[in-house]
């Protein structure tokens, strides 16, 4: 009896656990950016949350439609999130064209999607002057293929950077309008993070953000190997040392710091910091040298053992696909569940 009032109890709480969402594109390596930015994020979540994450192989094809290295990139950023730290026994770790329903739900939500606001989106402008020959019409629906994503398990709570606040705007009109034209089916979803203050990694020449699709050089991926780290960061921008004690510093120094504070011990960090703050103009208390030698060994033993992991996982092809397979069964359950709703609101369920 009381065992039974346990599982009870139980089950009800893992039922009102928040729904959480996310998903990355497979189009290139992830990065430090990726972990700070999204990843970091996901570990934490999965004890709290009902998670689903999922590889959104469907909108790689809006920009990049050779599919020769597709899976490869599926899978290796599947190892990936495993490496860093996302167990898939606790969350959903899935690949978006594993399941068929959301393509359903998307179609349903393009007839609530207009054209005009569609072509008004900043990531469509973009797209629109980067690839001027392939403006094609999955391009400008990526945001409602996003919605139909987040929507298909009815998510609240969707863990990702600054770029994406306006494609969940978007999901959460295109949530509203069709709770107003068929009956309140979707909770609306929000962009979350843990901090108020979202973190973004600089490249190392301080120019713009860490990407993967920008300057290689400038970036530091998951996947680097030792000697590449090191020398990546030897050639990170720094300059003579600040001119007067408590200066501000400049954006690529910050960075440095950032990334110092993310990796290094507290103490490493405030050595550097003091010495910083006590330098001034004649009188250069810190090296940037030195500061960059001890930030790559610190960066070699964080990124070393998610390298090293993910390459295991990706040499145990069987395993990953086993994951991904039993991650599919999870999401499909939620979303032909969702699905049976929506079909039924809409009147399409004969
Ligand atoms: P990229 O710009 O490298 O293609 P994505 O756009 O696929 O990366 O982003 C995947 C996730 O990683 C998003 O949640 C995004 O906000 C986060 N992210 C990407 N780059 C950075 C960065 N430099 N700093 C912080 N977060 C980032
Ligand atoms: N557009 C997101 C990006 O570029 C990737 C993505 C696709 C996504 N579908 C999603 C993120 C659903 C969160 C929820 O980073």
């Not at 990531?123 to 990526?142: C, I, M």
């Not at 713009?208 to 090191?230: C, H, P, V, Y």
């Not at 003091?274 to 001890?294: A, E, H, P, V, W």
Request: proline share 4%; hydrophobic share 35%; charged share 25%.
């Amino acid at each position: 009896m009381v065992k039974n009032g346990f599982l009870i109890h139980y089950l009800r709480s893992s039922m009102e656990k928040e729904i959480v969402l996310s998903g990355i594109r497979p189009t290139g390596f992830l990065h430090l950016g990726n972990y700070f930015g999204a990843m970091r994020n996901y570990v934490r979540m999965q004890d709290e949350y009902n998670c689903y994450f999922f590889v959104a192989n469907w909108h790689s094809l809006t920009t990049h439609p050779d599919t020769k290295t597709l899976q490869e990139s599926v899978l290796r950023v599947v190892a990936e999130n495993i490496a860093c730290g996302l167990d898939p026994e606790k969350v959903s770790l899935y690949v978006q064209s594993d399941v068929p329903e959301i393509a359903e739900l998307y179609l349903y939500l393009n007839m609530l999607a207009y054209k005009g606001e569609l072509e008004k989106t900043t990531s469509f402008k973009d797209k629109v002057r980067l690839q001027p020959e392939n403006v094609n019409a999955g391009l400008l629906t990526y945001p409602v293929l996003q919605a139909a994503d987040i929507l298909i398990h009815r998510a609240v709570k969707v863990p990702v950077g600054k770029d994406q606040e306006q494609n969940l705007e978007m999901a959460r009109n295109f949530a509203e309008r069709f709770n107003y034209r068929y009956g309140e089916t979707f909770p609306l979803p929000y962009a979350f993070n843990y901090n108020s203050e979202l973190v973004k990694i600089l490249g190392l020449d301080g120019n713009g953000k860490m990407s993967k699709s920008e300057n290689q050089n400038t970036t530091l991926f998951l996947a680097d190997e030792d000697d590449a780290i090191r020398n990546k960061i030897k050639k990170a921008k720094t300059d003579q040392g600040p001119l007067a004690p408590n200066s501000v510093k400049p954006d690529y120094i910050e960075n440095l710091f950032t990334l110092m504070k993310l990796v290094s011990s507290a103490d490493t960090l405030k050595k550097f910091e003091d010495d910083f703050n006590n330098s001034s103009d004649g009188n250069c208390i810190i090296r940037y040298g030195d500061m960059k030698k001890q930030l790559a060994e610190d960066m070699v033993s964080f990124i070393q053992p998610i390298r090293n992991q993910a390459l295991d996982l990706q040499n145990n092809k069987e395993l990953l696909i086993k994951i991904i397979r039993q991650g599919a069964d999870k999401a499909r359950s939620s979303a032909s569940n969702t699905l049976s709703i929506v079909r039924k609101a809409v009147g399409m369920d004969y």
